[in-house]
T-cell receptor, first 112, second 114 residues
Framework: DAKTTQPTSMDCAEGRAANLPCNHSTISGNEYVYWYRQIHSQGPQYIIHGLKNNETNEMASLIITEDRKSSTLILPHATLRDTAVYYCIVRVGLAGGFKTIFGAGTRLFVKA | EAGVAQSPRYKIIEKRQSVAFWCNPISGHATLYWYQQILGQGPKLLIQFQNNGVVDDSQLPKDRFSAERLKGVDSTLKIQPAKLEDSAVYLC????????????FGPGTRLTVL
């Protein structure tokens, strides 16, 4: 089972910031939080990841709470092309590495 | 840099028939993944290879699904015989290793079982 919970769907106005929350209350101290998104009819695309500190790249910012039990992905100026399903993921450890378990994600609708 | 290649893009078969999907990962990527994505759900990991060895196949229905990655490069996923509930998009992804953060996904193969 996925180790994260996210809202099923969210709306955002074009040009405004989209803030997507994620709860991961059982996360361990050395586990990273990853975000992917999936635009319709395409494979998922990596966005960003973080451990403790806030992270920013050209696509988004990731804010992780101090207790690491939740995080927020921020798209600073959402465009219509950001309409997609966003997945928050905490990987599960395996003997040979890690396993990625996707939940149902949050369906973000960016509206003009 | 070429991305993950998959073929075919679409396949329609009748139940009880067999089908095979092919994936060519990004050059140099040691880890290859096969996911099944049913409409409206997130991708479900079926099998994960590290080079040509299986790291995890706990969710692969082994009575009908099989996968191989000969020579540690490209991979095939086979379903034999197919059931109606196998209708889904089959996604292949690759990464440089199991501890590396970013998986690169192919466009997927959409399978319809009638």
């Amino acid at each position: 089972d996925a180790k994260t919970t996210q809202p099923t769907s969210m709306d955002c106005a074009e040009g405004r910031a989209a803030n997507l929350p994620c709860n991961h209350s059982t996360i361990s101290g050395n586990e990273y939080v990853y975000w992917y998104r999936q635009i319709h009819s395409q494979g998922p695309q990596y966005i960003i990841h973080g451990l403790k500190n806030n992270e920013t790249n050209e696509m988004a910012s990731l804010i992780i709470t101090e207790d690491r039990k939740s995080s927020t992905l921020i798209l600073p100026h959402a465009t219509l092309r950001d309409t997609a399903v966003y997945y928050c993921i905490v990987r599960v450890g395996l003997a040979g590495g890690f396993k990625t378990i996707f939940g149902a994600g949050t369906r973000l609708f960016v509206k003009a | 840099e070429a991305g993950v290649a998959q073929s075919p893009r679409y396949k329609i078969i009748e139940k009880r028939q067999s089908v095979a999907f092919w994936c060519n990962p990004i050059s140099g990527h040691a880890t290859l993944y096969w996911y099944q994505q049913i409409l409206g759900q997130g991708p479900k990991l079926l099998i994960q290879f590290q080079n040509n060895g299986v790291v995890d196949d706990s969710q692969l229905p082994k009575d009908r699904f099989s996968a191989e990655r000969l020579k540690g490069v490209d991979s095939t996923l086979k379903i034999q015989p197919a059931k109606l509930e196998d209708s889904a998009v089959y996604l292949c992804a690759s990464s440089t290793g199991t501890t590396y953060v970013e998986q690169f996904f192919g466009p997927g193969t959409r399978l319809t079982v009638l």
